[in-house]
Nanobody
Framework: QVQLMESGGGLVQPGGSLRLSCAAS????????MGWYRQAPGKQRELVAT???????NYADSVKGRFTISRDNAKNTVYLQMNSLKPEDTAVYYC????????????WGRGTQVTVSS
């Protein structure tokens, strides 16, 4: 089965930075697109950023220029560098990975809390 291990969340002041990591594992799986979504209290889950195995990236307009997604294919790990954080970035951040073994299926991490507050 596929497991996604997230790390790096926490409390940061406005204007600060955090780096999220997510390592995917699963015997016999390869991982195509990986990414991050977030869900703030009382709001729907939304896309933050995605990256293909070839390095093509996609960002939500709200994070463009502030967040950078990257991945290490050898480690099946995706990163989200978050700079110039704002209070409205406060949310639970979820890692996703499209795992492929015979068929493709999207897997989700448990989520990591990011709180931006002074």
């Amino acid at each position: 089965q596929v497991q996604l291990m997230e790390s790096g969340g926490g409390l940061v002041q406005p204007g600060g930075s955090l780096r999220l990591s997510c390592a995917a594992s699963g015997s016999g799986f390869r991982f195509d697109a990986m990414g991050w979504y977030r869900q703030a209290p009382g709001k729907q889950r939304e896309l933050v950023a995605t990256i293909t195995s070839g390095g093509v990236t996609n960002y939500a307009d709200s994070v463009k220029g502030r967040f950078t997604i990257s991945r290490d294919n050898a480690k099946n790990t995706v990163y989200l560098q978050m700079n110039s954080l704002k209070p409205e970035d406060t949310a639970v951040y979820y890692c996703t990975a499209d795992g492929v073994r015979y068929i493709s299926q999207r897997y989700w991490g448990r989520g990591t809390q990011v709180t931006v507050s002074s």
